[in-house]
């Protein structure tokens, strides 16, 4: 049955000689894997490839077959649903994107739908393209936080008490004695984080390069105590590095 949705690129991997399999978390239908085939052909007239179109992190307008118990669904046409500007071009917006997206496939296992979130992950990709240069080194400490919050275990900013000293961990297994706490700057810091409305005022926050290296450390622990399997981003020494 044809379906339109909306859905952001995750990942991708060859398959056969000229086509590729495709992850896609989709506005409908959630995380979802296709068959594109043909798409790394190119054409006898000279034109490029399909494999513009799935870049980790592209947003595309899509209508795709879904049958819901094949082992591929298969997209029958594809449209940019929004073309970045600077994100493909410049290396640190790039670094970012993929942080974010692969924060977003170690989060989501199952092919359930969730508009909230799907909004969300659009909404800060748009935003990444965006800002202005001063703000894309704390976005990724931001969207660790924020991203916790969609997933339903992010930090109640009203608890907290910037001068004594923030628990990471506090309000969710009270039954655990394991506790993180943060203070001095970085608790001043993911406490003004936490009360921003969003991205676009992360300038306000003035950090130092090691600052902000702790910061996201912190921010990822506090993520990898929620999803203990998401393993090691392979993403984060790359970004490390070009954020430097």
């Not at 495709?22 to 506005?27: G, L």
């Not at 298969?74 to 970012?96: F, N």
């Not at 296992?109 to 990444?128: D, R, T, V």
């Not at 008490?161 to 943060?182: A, K, M, N, R, W």
Request: charged share 15%; net charge negative.
């Amino acid at each position: 049955m044809l379906q339109h949705t909306r859905g952001i690129v995750l990942r991708t991997t060859p398959f056969s000689e000229t086509s590729l399999i495709v992850w896609v978390y989709t506005e409908h239908f959630g995380l979802q894997k296709y068959l594109q085939k043909g798409a790394r052909r190119v054409s006898k007239r000279g034109g490029a490839s399909q494999q513009v179109y799935f870049q980790p992190a592209a947003l595309l307008d899509l209508v795709v077959y879904h049958r819901q118990q094949a082992n591929f669904e298969i997209i029958k046409e594809l449209q940019w649903h929004h073309v970045y500007q600077h994100l493909y071009q410049q290396v640190s917006r790039h670094a970012v994107a993929l942080f974010m997206i692969e924060l977003l496939s170690v989060a989501i296992k199952q092919p359930e739908p969730n508009a909230e979130l799907f909004q969300f992950m659009c909404s800060q990709l748009i935003l990444l393209d965006e800002v202005s240069p001063e703000i894309i080194a704390l976005m990724p400490s931001w969207f660790v936080l924020q991203m916790g919050a969609q997933l339903g275990f992010g930090l109640d900013a009203d608890s907290f008490d910037e001068h004594t000293g923030i628990d990471l961990f506090q309000g969710t297994h009270p039954h655990i004695l394991q506790s993180y706490y943060v203070t001095g700057w970085m608790a001043q810091a993911i406490y003004q984080l936490l009360h921003m409305e969003n991205a676009i005022t992360l300038y306000r926050l003035k950090l130092s390069r090691a600052e902000r290296k702790d910061l996201l450390k912190a921010c990822l622990e506090y993520f990898y105590y929620h999803q203990p399997d998401a393993g090691i981003l392979k993403s984060l020494p790359v970004l490390e590095v070009v954020m430097g």
